[in-house]
């Protein structure tokens, strides 16, 4: 008999979650049938990592590292067909937390969304918002081995610490500087030609104008107004996009598949393990502590990726 953890939305979240929005449930799951797997989880984020513990499945022996969509739980029954193997060439030098980090999920978004949608190319200025997050902060490191100049916003001392630790150019404290506008004109007098943006809201407003002519902005998160509770702010400027000729599309990583999927995730093993890519996890012990865990990262609490160790 196997019980199984989990934590469920209780209620919509009006403004900023509380713990009160959540409520732990425990259920026992039933015997497995021919073809299917039992999941335990090993780290969890939104999308948690599991190893299988029971199978019924010739595919996946027991003890396989796998990463899947299943919430937030402690186990699990899969029938196979959305669990995705850790690449075979995973090398011991990795924790395998990264699988939901620098090579998972927040990784392969910043490589697609800088690479592709921004189509960055050497000698080049790009500007990250939350940029010592899970994203952001594998941007610019990109960007840096693609020899870009690059300029980072984030919300402590401690993250722009961070921040110049692993290259990147210029970094500032949004929270602190006189004005954002000018910070970000003396970073980068000529202007930016890439922006990835995270965060949305004014911080958009701002560089927006400032953008060269054909600049590019690939919108990945707007985490600055997902728990307003009235009207969102307004939009940047139409006329500086349009007459910057400025290119903007927002993307979901999962429009990558197959082969260029499987490609991606080397090189971000690759840089990984040799150093070029730097990474910190932020790991909260306990199943339990799942809540607090996600409202921390919703506030900035993290410094990279947050992550949760059942």
């Not at 996946?60 to 669990?83: A, E, M, N, Q, Y």
């Not at 918002?129 to 990109?142: D, F, L, T």
Request: hydrophobic share 40%; with cysteine.
């Amino acid at each position: 008999m196997v019980l199984a953890k989990s934590w469920t939305l209780k209620q919509h979240f009006k403004g900023h979650p509380t713990n009160s929005d959540f409520e732990l449930k425990t259920a026992e799951l039933p015997p497995l049938k021919n073809g299917e797997v039992l999941l335990e989880a090993l780290f969890l984020s939104v999308d948690p990592y599991m190893r299988v513990v029971e199978s019924k499945n010739s595919a996946f022996p027991i003890g396989t590292i796998v990463v899947t969509f299943s919430g937030w739980t402690s186990h699990s029954i899969s029938d196979g067909k959305r669990l995705e193997k850790l690449p075979a060439e995973w090398p011991d030098s990795l924790p395998l937390s990264l699988a939901l980090g620098t090579v998972g999920m927040p990784g392969l978004t910043a490589y697609f969304g800088l690479l592709d949608i921004c189509g960055v190319k050497g000698g080049e200025t790009v500007i990250v918002n939350a940029a010592a997050g899970a994203v952001g902060s594998v941007v610019g490191q990109i960007a840096k081995l693609k020899g870009c100049k690059v300029v980072g916003a984030a919300g402590s001392d401690e993250k722009i610490a961070y921040l110049k630790k692993v290259g990147f150019d210029v970094a500032f404290n949004y929270k602190t500087v006189e004005s954002l506008e000018e910070t970000l004109k003396k970073a980068s007098p000529d202007g930016y030609d890439c922006y990835f943006d995270n965060v949305g809201g004014e911080f958009s407003n701002i560089v927006i104008p400032q953008m060269k002519t054909f600049g590019r902005i690939a919108i990945c998160g707007a985490i600055s107004t997902y728990n307003r509770t009235g009207l969102p702010p307004p939009g940047p400027p139409p006329e500086a996009v349009i007459y910057q000729q400025l290119r903007m599309e927002g993307f979901i990583v999962t429009r990558w598949q197959g082969d260029v999927r499987q490609k991606a995730l080397r090189d971000l093993m690759t840089w990984t393990s040799a150093g070029k890519i730097q990474y910190h996890e932020y790991i909260v012990e306990g199943f339990e502590n799942m809540p607090s865990a996600f409202m921390g990262m919703l506030k900035g609490e993290n410094l990279g990726k947050a992550i949760v160790k059942a």
